[in-house]
């Protein structure tokens, strides 16, 4: 698969069943128990929750912002660490659907700051995760899980929380630092 192949198969919307009014309306269609909530900004988050949506059949909820982030790398990561230092929660582009029949909850997210990015804390305060198990899925750019399941059990406090599944996956923080390192050396030119 070529660069530009798999760059669009990652840029592709998810289809959200989860929320889809063709799925909720279905009286006889078959209800998953299980969710994948996934939030990603570059596409390597979403490759992992699409894997365990298909391998365990369930539900797929992109979380987004009711703002988009800027497409820009640099200009998200200012906007996270101010939303993350002044404790804001972005309102959300939409919430799932009947949240109630999940019993487990694969929640995706990349590590920003340090943390979750402040759409989880959203996510988590608009859904009730009460009794829920919620099953993290998290990447990360080298700097490890930072403080994201403490932020998850205080955002969830009545939840069961999971051992997380993690991983590293910082593809784009590295091509970043590999252009400017080539650049540098062209200025030295």
């Known amino acids: 698969m070529t660069d530009l192949s798999r760059r669009a198969l990652l840029t592709m919307p998810i289809v959200l069943s989860a ?7 279905a009286s006889d269609m078959p209800k998953s128990k299980i969710l994948v ?19 365990l059949s369930a539900d797929l909820f992109e979380i987004q912002p009711k703002t988009p982030y800027p497409d820009d790398y640099e200009a998200t990561v200012e906007q996270a660490r101010i939303e993350r230092d002044k404790d804001i929660e972005p309102p959300l582009l ?17 590590i920003w700051g340090e943390t979750a990015p402040p759409i989880i804390r ?7 995760t ?6 993290p899925i998290i990447t990360h750019g080298g700097y490890g899980l930072g403080n994201s399941l403490i932020m998850l059990k205080t955002h969830a406090p009545n939840a069961q929380i999971e051992p997380p599944f993690v ?23």
């Open 167 to 189: 991983m590293e996956a910082d593809q784009e923080r590295r091509t970043l630092t590999q252009v400017r390192v080539w650049l540098g050396q062209l200025a030295e030119n």
């Open 130 to 135: 009460s009794g829920k198990i919620i099953r």
């Open 19 to 25: 929320c889809s009014p063709v799925a909720s309306e």
């Open 122 to 128: 959203s996510f988590l305060k608009t859904h009730d």
């Open 37 to 55: 909530a996934v939030f990603t900004r570059s596409g390597n988050t979403k490759v992992i929750a699409g894997t365990v949506q298909r391998d």
């Open 94 to 110: 939409r919430t799932v659907t009947d949240f109630d029949r999940y019993g487990k909850i694969y929640l995706a997210f990349p």
